[in-house]
């Protein structure tokens, strides 16, 4: 069999990790991000001065890029190059529902096949390769690229067989983490003003049905140490949660509690800190949320 080569497009938090880990198994990757591709890229990559560049020369290629508008930008350009030998884009972007969609039917156009596959798990679960990888695909295309993406994601699973429904799987998880990320801030704030200890509040949630990812992990690692330092920020937050909203709205799905989540609590935090980790949610709660 000819050795395939992977293309990687978009090496920030998550996708230099994910990139590096890919490069561990026997395939040859070549990179491209707009900034530093060489110092973000595997050690053992190609470098690529373009996503032409790219495009020339690998079969598969992956996009880990900051939403949506960037993507079907990227396709655009994937497209424009005549002698391109891309046959499948996998898309780890949380990039929304219907821009997947788009994606899927501007590729499809031109006989190359599409899958979402956004992420779940941090910059930490990417470094370490235990994402979750909420795969929509043709059962087909997944057991093509099951290797591939198991090499970055022990958790990869096929949600489903049409476009955007990786998007989708993607967007409620981030409203159920961006909801407990709040809900558990504001609990430990209402402990410490009854003068409990925020450590003790977190002890006993945790040995209680109150426990989530936030009280279990983001709080003693990275909130009460105040070290902020997950890796995902607050306007990737409020980003999932507009293309919740308006996907939900798009499908006539209940967005009761999902729109004043978005308002009340991560659009302020965006505009008041818009360059801030998003565990920083407990300092602002507990500053704004009054
Ligand atoms: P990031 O901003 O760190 O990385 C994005 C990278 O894309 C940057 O290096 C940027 O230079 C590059 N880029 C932008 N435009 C480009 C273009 N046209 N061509 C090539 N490269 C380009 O973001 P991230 O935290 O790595 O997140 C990437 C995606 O993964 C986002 O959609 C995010 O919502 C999602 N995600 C992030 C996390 C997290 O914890 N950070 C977790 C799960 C999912």
């Known amino acids: 069999m000819t050795e395939k080569i992977i293309g990687f497009i978009g090496l920030g938090n998550m996708g230099a990790p994910m ?96 899958a979402d596959a956004p992420v779940s798990g941090g910059v930490s679960g990417a470094k370490a390769g235990t994402l979750a990888m909420m795969v929509a695909a043709s059962q087909e295309l997944y057991t093509e690229i099951e290797p591939l993406l198991l090499s970055m994601a022990k958790n990869a699973r096929n949600v489903g067989d049409q476009p955007g429904q990786g998007m989708a799987m993607k967007l409620l998880n981030n ?36 426990r989530n990812t936030t009280t279990e992990d983001k709080f003693p690692k990275r909130i009460l140490t105040e070290t902020f330092d997950s890796g995902f920020a607050t306007n990737l937050m409020a980003k999932d949660l507009k293309l919740y909203v308006k996907s939900a709205k798009d499908s006539s799905a209940p967005s009761f509690l999902s729109e004043k989540l978005l308002s009340g609590v991560w659009s302020k935090m965006l505009d008041k800190w818009p360059d801030s980790d998003f565990t920083k949610i407990y300092p602002f709660i507990k500053k704004y949320g009054k």
């Not at 890919?22 to 890229?41: E, G």
């Not at 159920?176 to 006993?204: D, N, T």
């Open 19 to 114: 990139a590096s880990n890919l490069s561990k198994n026997s395939h040859s990757l070549i990179c491209y991000d707009t900034i530093d591709t060489n110092k973000k890229s595997p050690s053992n990559a190609i470098i690529a001065d373009s996503i032409e560049q790219v495009v020339k020369s690998a079969s598969i290629v992956f996009l880990c890029l900051p939403d949506g508008s960037v993507v079907l930008d990227v396709v655009d350009r994937i497209l424009s190059v005549p002698d391109r030998c891309v046959e499948i884009v996998v898309d780890n972007t949380t990039a929304g529902v219907s821009e997947a969609k788009e994606a899927w039917e501007r590729l499809n156009k031109e006989n190359i096949k599409y």
């Open 175 to 210: 409203f159920l983490s961006g909801m407990a990320m709040a809900a558990s801030s504001e609990a430990v704030a209402f402990g410490v003003a009854q003068g409990l200890k925020p450590e003790k509040v977190i002890e006993m949630v945790n040995l209680s049905t109150g």
